[in-house]
């Protein structure tokens, strides 16, 4: 994650001065935003379940105070099957997506790739993320320190 974020930083931070320092040049690089827009796509998925794991997706914090720790075990195993089911087909979903833009046979104008890159984040995405869930439901034991602390953090 860290390495496509400074690519990306790095790519459109060259496209911008190129295009104020040399307009003429500029020209000859507009690929660089176009694999920085692909460079945050995959980020964005491949870091969901990181956020997950350390506790950053969406907290109910209120929960944990007004509910009793044994019921917040059970919503906590409830949520755990809910997202596994969930990350799991919305997965299926995007690769039968996937393979339509394959079949179609859609190319990038600019980096000249298949725009399947582009979709293919989200399964992948969902896929980790459907195994980390799938991971809290059979081993529930296995929560970072810094979930332990929001029983509801999903």
């Known amino acids: 994650m860290v390495s496509l974020m400074l690519s990306m930083t790095l790519l459109y931070g060259v496209s911008v001065l190129l295009n104020n320092v040399s307009p003429g040049l500029a020209r000859h690089f507009g690929w660089t935003e176009e694999l920085s827009r692909l460079f945050m796509v995959w980020l964005v998925f491949v870091g969901l379940g990181y956020g997950l794991e350390r506790g950053r997706h969406v907290s109910m914090d209120l929960a944990n ?15 755990d099957g809910v997202g ?18 394959l079949a179609s046979g859609q190319i990038s104008n ?45």
Request: proline residues 4%; contains cysteine.
């Open 65 to 79: 105070k007004l509910v009793r720790p044994s019921l917040l075990r059970v919503l906590r195993r409830i949520i």
């Open 84 to 101: 596994t089911v969930f990350c799991f087909y919305a997965a299926y979903l995007g690769w039968t997506f996937v393979e339509r833009i």
């Open 110 to 154: 600019v980096l000249n790739i298949s725009i399947a890159w582009f979709y293919a984040a989200m399964p992948v995405g969902m896929v980790l993320i459907g195994i980390r869930y799938l991971r809290y439901l059979l081993y529930p034991d296995q929560r970072t320190a810094d979930e332990s602390n929001t029983l509801l953090n999903h």
